[in-house]
């Protein structure tokens, strides 16, 4: 599903003109960046968690030359769906 979809679909079930919809989901979609990039977690009823997690850095071998290389330390997203998503998916 794309932004543009999600856009369509609040639109045509709660009402809003698709701008009102579209500055709703694009401010939802900026508010979910900003909580993320503090490094917070957003916990979603029913939906699941996303958390940002710290990746130490590491050695890695270039696959092709089997060179040893130093991968950098990064921070990644993890998604974690609630067990109401998991039963709903696996119903």
Sequence with gaps: MTKAEIVESVYERVGFS???????????FDLMKEILERGEKIKISGFGNFAVKE??????????TGEEIEIAP???LTFRPSQTLKKLLNA
């Design 74 to 76: 990064r921070r990644v």
């Design 55 to 64: 990746k130490k850095a590491r050695k890695g071998r270039n696959p092709q």
């Design 18 to 28: 698709k701008k009102e919809a579209a500055d709703i989901v694009e401010m939802i």
